[in-house]
């Protein structure tokens, strides 16, 4: 693939790009009774950019952002609380993520499967970054 298909923000070589892709999560979400009472499916997908430059030079994992303790905290948060609306739930799972120090962005999309007749899914997407937070 040539480099200029991969767009000026891979031209940093020490960004990493962490992606969780379908995590399947039961929570309880929606304002409906229906929904109060029953767990449903969520899919949840995250996209995490860091600075990878000590973990590539030092291949130790405290070097590295740990993609394994961020899911276990997600999966925690969704399953343990209930939520009314999709885009809260997002916004909690984005400042979760964004919580570790080694966080440059994230986005993160949460679909609900089967809240609209027709639809395979509804979907919200928030990203964060600490350059926002910064210019906040």
Request: aromatic share 4%.
């Amino acid at each position: 693939m040539p480099l200029h298909a991969l767009g000026d923000e891979h031209l940093d070589h020490d960004l990493a790009t962490i992606r969780i892709k379908d995590l399947r999560l039961r929570t309880h979400i929606g304002i409906k009774d229906e929904e109060i009472q029953n767990r449903q499916d969520v899919v949840i997908n995250a996209v995490i950019r860091y600075r990878a430059d000590k973990a590539v030079a030092f291949n130790h994992i405290e070097e590295a952002l740990n993609y394994r303790t961020i899911t276990k905290q997600v999966i925690a948060h969704v399953e343990d609380n209930r939520f009314l609306l999709l885009e809260r739930m997002t916004r909690e799972v984005l400042d979760l993520i964004m919580s570790f120090d080694q966080v440059l962005a994230a986005q993160v999309e949460i679909d609900k499967p089967h809240a609209l007749r027709f639809a395979d899914s509804v979907s919200i997407t928030l990203s964060d970054s600490r350059e926002a937070r910064r210019g906040s």
